[in-house]
């Protein structure tokens, strides 16, 4: 796993692959639990029988639910340990080419994107393709944007 400790080091790996996460499993109780956060009961979610007859055989999990996991995925690919806050600032082109049943397990491959300097630090794009074991497609491809508070 790479550690950034500098502003300037985050900036002089803009535009480069970071690594793969590890597997984690997408259960159900982790499919219901964000039900649950959420409010989004849908039957497609959290009705088991009902979804073994839907249009994919079983529950699948939330397209957000796979987007909440990009800050766990960043952990697992590069540690920031540079002085100063981090920010979620927002998404880009978020898409999820292909859902996630039931007991998947997914992995993200992980790169940084570009590194803008601001007033207050650095604007880091941090660019995510999450695959599903087995599958071609991946289940989510995600840009997430971050502020790199100067400390």
């Known amino acids: 796993m790479r550690t950034f400790t500098t ?4 900036a002089e790996s803009a ?13 159900q109780e982790r499919i219901n639990l964000f039900a649950d956060a959420t409010g989004d009961h849908q039957w497609i979610h ?10 994919f055989g079983a529950t699948i999990a939330h397209g957000f639910l796979t987007v909440s996991l990009l800050p766990l995925f960043n952990t697992q690919a590069f540690a920031l340990e540079t002085p100063g806050a981090r920010l ?3 998404l880009n082109k978020v898409r999820f080419p292909h859902p996630v049943p039931v007991d998947s397990r997914l992995r993200s491959h992980v790169s940084l994107g570009d590194v803008t300097d601001l007033p207050a630090g650095k604007q880091l794009v941090i660019k995510h393709v999450v695959e599903i074991e087995g ?6 491809v995600a840009e997430l944007v971050v502020l790199l508070i100067a400390g």
């Not at 690594?19 to 259960?27: E, F, N, Q, R, S």
């Open 88 to 90: 979620n600032y927002g």
């Open 7 to 10: 502003l300037d080091e985050v």
């Open 135 to 140: 599958v071609d497609k991946p289940a989510c």
């Open 46 to 55: 959290v009705d088991e029988e009902r979804a073994r007859t839907g249009p």
């Open 15 to 27: 535009n480069t692959e970071i690594g793969t996460t590890d597997w984690l499993a997408v259960d």
